[in-house]
């Protein structure tokens, strides 16, 4: 879509000046449905999430065509931060899969119009076996919202798609609620990021989810050597263990200080050798505790642009973290 010159063609500018316009109605629906959260969606969206933390069943995701795909995905974000949830097709909940809700689940039925043919079964059931029922729509007094227990009303907003026919703007205020939903009920449950971990063990979000201790060297294999010790000794062990620092501890075991290869730049004409350590070190070094997730010692390294970490417990060295060990488990 670039010409010889690698200048943007016309029809590479008209197909950018329709993003543009797409980021921007949705970007304005989603600002109206933010709008409607500080007013009539408030007290509704409070009684929904009091509904889902009072189920002793899981919630029952539900919804026909782009609304079933959306409702895919908001089922699978509850269950991957703390809510139990599946999706249930409706035509399949037609022919057994009800048999899959209990009175102890809450349904979720999305569907923009609330008149969705498909529907009218698992919400029948569910008001048969006094099921609770939330419904997304954008039609409160419709078929589906008049049934629900609670009705979240969307905003009724303008489609991205020139026709306004393609389900854009409707889906993405339905995706965008989901996730509002499922962060609330994580943030009200006490999700912390080690019940996450559970969840994620695998990919470079599991390597993230993991923990510091999982990781780092321990042992002799951590660079280390006492106050006083003699810089011709202490390059020796650096040197040795390759790691491209050295921790120095006090008497009393506390780490209290390190040494890089920077510090030895520094002070190579200093005549370093006759120097003892405590003269050459950089006191008070970052460190990293072996609870940490690797996430945080990844954002320090990058921070910091060092390639290794000593790990401490109440300022005592416990082991040391390097960049390539995190490449290794893929968080990096």
């Known amino acids: 879509m ?22 921007a109605v949705e970007q ?31 919630v029952i995701v539900t919804g026909m065509g782009k609304s079933g795909h959306v409702g895919t995905k908001i089922a699978a974000t509850l269950s991957s931060t703390g809510t139990p949830a599946f999706f249930v097709h409706p035509g399949e909940a037609s022919h057994g899969d009800l048999g899959m809700i209990t009175p102890a689940d809450v349904i979720v039925a999305l569907s923009w119009s ?45 489609e991205a798609c ?21 962060v609330a009920l994580l943030e009200l449950k006490g999700f912390t990021a080690g019940d996450f ?4 063990p695998g990919g470079q ?14 042992g002799s294999a951590v660079p280390l050597v006492p106050e006083g010790t003699a810089m011709s000794e202490a390059i020796v062990v650096m040197t040795g263990k390759g790691f ?45 505790r072996p609870d940490a997730l690797v996430s945080e010692a990844m954002q320090m390294l990058n921070a910091a642009k060092i390639t290794a970490l000593l790990v401490a417990a109440e300022g005592r060295p416990v082991g040391i973290v390097h960049f390539h060990d995190l490449l290794r488990i893929g968080a990096a």
Request: glycine share 10%; proline share 4%.
């Open 2 to 23: 670039y010409d010889q010159n690698g200048n943007a063609t016309e029809r590479q500018r008209l197909a950018i000046a329709s993003a543009r316009r797409t980021f």
């Open 28 to 58: 304005q629906g989603i600002g109206a449905l933010a709008d409607a959260l500080e007013g009539p969606l408030a007290k509704p969206f409070a009684d929904a999430l009091g509904l889902v933390l009072a189920a002793t069943g899981r």
């Open 114 to 158: 609330g008149e969705t043919a498909e529907l009218r079964n698992i919400v029948d059931y569910s008001r048969r076996f006094g099921v609770s029922l939330i419904s997304i729509t954008s039609n409160a007094d419709s078929t589906l919202g008049r049934a629900s227990d609670v009705v979240l009303a969307l905003p009724k907003v303008q």
């Open 162 to 182: 020139p026709h306004g026919l393609a389900p854009t703007t409707s889906s993405t205020l339905q995706l965008v609620l989901g996730d509002a939903l499922s």
């Open 197 to 200: 971990k559970v969840f994620h």
């Open 205 to 218: 979000l599991g390597a993230y989810l993991k923990f510091v201790r999982d990781v780092m060297h321990t």
């Open 244 to 288: 491209g620092c050295l921790g120095i501890v006090g008497a009393d075991g506390a780490l209290s200080g390190i040494i890089t290869d920077g510090d030895l730049r520094r002070h190579i004409g200093d005549d370093l050798l006759a120097r003892r350590v405590e003269e050459v070190m950089t006191p008070k070094p970052k460190t990293v």
